[in-house]
């Protein structure tokens, strides 16, 4: 299993979906994972440090485990299956070890505010995270031509284009008359 931390909580501004992103302690992969917007909240507000006015679920949840005098060692992220992520808690209580199903989501909402640990398995890591590519400036100045069929090859066309429209070849109708 390997640690990972909540990173950033990212919104993409056209389908309003939101995704966490969970970092490998130490390392640098990233693991994206899509999440429902309250859970989303839910996170943000605790990591912001938002004191809401009546406990939240997770709140509420963490309290019932303290009152039950149990813990919340770690969420395990263990399985990917047709694109769902699969989780469970690890809840101690006294030599007692619970395990529970859970969303990554209300897990990680749940760790969070308990500070436990979160872990993601080897196999999900390989097979849904991610190591950022570096920037093309730290690659130097040797980066290979775009190839046929890239999106930088398809963009030429545009960049014509708008080259073309500084020049004074357009249509006698749209110059302006003094």
Known sequence: MIEVTVDRIQVNLV???????????????????????FEAEA???????????RPMTHDLLKSVLGGL?????RLEIHDLQDDVFYARLIIRNGSQQIEVDSRPSDGI????RARAAIFVSEDVMERAGAVPEADIREKG??????????????L???????????????????????
């Open 15 to 37: 389908s309003q979906s939101r995704v966490v992103i969970l970092r490998e302690t130490g390392g640098s992969r990233f693991l994206p994972i899509w999440i429902g917007q």
């Open 109 to 112: 909402a749940l760790a969070v």
């Open 156 to 178: 030429d066309v545009f960049k014509d284009f708008i080259q073309r429209l500084d020049k004074d070849d357009g249509p006698p109708d749209s110059k302006p008359t003094s």
């Open 43 to 53: 996170i943000a507000m605790f990591l912001q440090e938002v004191e809401p006015a």
């Open 69 to 73: 005098g149990a813990t919340l060692e």
């Open 141 to 154: 100045g040797d980066a290979a031509a775009p190839e046929e069929g890239s999106p930088d090859k398809r």
